[in-house]
């Protein structure tokens, strides 16, 4: 049977499910910690080292267990390779760089991008003299406008933009970065595969961060680049050379979280579905953006991209906006943890303007509209009452 065929739920429920394994099948894969691999035969490590026959040397060359979660990844994603990393931001670092910015190529990026990821690319400005130009990936003419102005190598977006939740339109995307001769790179993170395959949708490659849904348990930091088996090898070269290569026992552990992704994705999209639309009818909540919401600029594309589904991150901006009633509404949560992560089995709210996005000139902030009384909510697996009730008595002590 073609795995390919199978449902999302069900192919995360095998998966890496068949690693090699001399006698018998482990229904869980091994955990294989071994650094270095002995063949007995100097000229058969050599042949594997010359990559003319599969097998593992070193542990910065590959893992069985990695191995195994990249094999799982790949499917996943729809697409021939995928190559893990120490954290997603290693796996962002390794494409741009290697994809554009090492070779002198100019790269288009979402302005509302995951802050650190800009922070990022604007030291690769100020160090590198990288030529990035920021604009909304939702309004395509100026997504065109940028890509024509001078030749780019990547265009690079996020499914669903973190912490702003706009949605992008991975298939127009697509389109014009092809018109435009350049490469798509989406980071899915907040959308995960279970809200979509962008490789399928014409994107040259997927960045996930695994320390989020993928793994979903707040205990992995990784991520991943899929694509290509092209850009596997080329990712391959970054992880041996740079020393990025996520290790056996991460590996191991997102295999396992992994598993009821589905599960868990479903569960929280329905969830927040609910929390946005009482946060939305509450006095002391001035805004929520979610796109399952109708008054979401991009609803109707994410409807239809997400097959309705729309994600398990709630942002909201307080009536009162500023940083003492953020403060107060975090400090009165009983339940949701204060946290700076997403995607996790537990409900975490973050406050973007002194983590994610603290490296942002406070204008640029603002501009944005990541204003002091703006939070981030990545919704748990926890009963959707206790969260709503746990969300009025933090908003009651505003
Ligand atoms: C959308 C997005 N991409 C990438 C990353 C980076 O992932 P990591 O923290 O695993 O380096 C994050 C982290 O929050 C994120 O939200």
């Not at 805004?287 to 239809?304: E, I, M, N, S």
């Amino acid at each position: 049977m073609d795995r390919r065929e199978l449902g999302a739920g069900t192919r995360l429920v095998r998966a890496a499910r068949s690693l090699p394994s001399g006698e018998g099948q482990p229904v869980v894969p091994p955990l294989v910690q071994s650094v270095a691999f002995d063949y007995g035969s100097a000229a058969e490590q050599d042949a594997v080292f010359g990559n003319e026959r599969p097998g593992f040397v070193y542990g910065r060359y590959g893992t069985p267990t990695t191995a195994a979660l990249e094999k799982a990844l790949a499917e996943l994603d729809g697409v021939e390779a995928a190559t893990c990393f120490v954290t997603g931001m290693a796996a962002i670092a390794a494409a741009v760089d290697a994809c554009a910015i090492s070779r002198g190529g100019r790269v288009v990026a979402p302005e509302d991008c995951y802050g650190q990821t800009r922070a990022l690319f604007e030291r690769w400005v100020r160090e590198r003299g990288a030529d990035i130009a920021f604009v909304d990936t939702t309004d395509h003419a100026s997504v065109d406008r940028a890509l024509g102005a001078k030749p780019t190598t990547l265009l690079y977006a996020e499914a669903i933009a973190n912490p702003l939740l706009r949605v992008s339109d991975i298939a127009a995307l697509s389109e014009i970065a092809r018109r435009n001769g350049a490469a798509l790179a989406v980071d899915a993170t907040f959308a995960t595969p279970i809200l979509i395959r962008p490789a399928t949708l014409g994107a040259t490659m997927v960045i996930h961060s695994l320390t989020k849904y993928i793994n979903g348990h707040g205990d992995v930091m990784g991520g991943v680049v899929s694509g290509s088996a092209e850009l596997a090898a080329t990712m391959r070269d970054r992880t041996i050379l740079d020393g990025g290569y996520l290790p056996p026992h991460e590996a191991w552990l997102t295999i396992r979280g992994m598993r009821t992704l589905a599960l868990r994705v479903r569960r929280q999209c329905a969830t927040a579905l609910e929390i946005a639309r009482h946060m939305q009818a509450h006095p002391k909540v001035v805004r929520v953006r979610y796109p399952g919401l109708p008054d979401h600029p991009q609803h109707a594309l994410a409807t239809k991209q997400f097959d309705g589904l729309y994600g398990g991150v709630v942002s909201f901006q307080l009536r009162d906006d500023t940083r003492t009633a953020a403060f107060r509404f975090l400090d009165s949560l009983e339940l949701a943890a204060s946290a700076t992560t997403v995607g996790d089995l537990f409900t975490e709210v973050l406050y973007p303007a002194t983590s994610s996005h603290r490296r942002l000139p406070a204008d640029e902030r603002k501009r944005l509209g990541i204003t002091d009384g703006f939070l981030r909510i990545s919704v748990g697996i926890e009963d959707t009452e206790d969260l709503v009730a746990d969300i009025d008595r933090a908003l009651d002590r505003v």
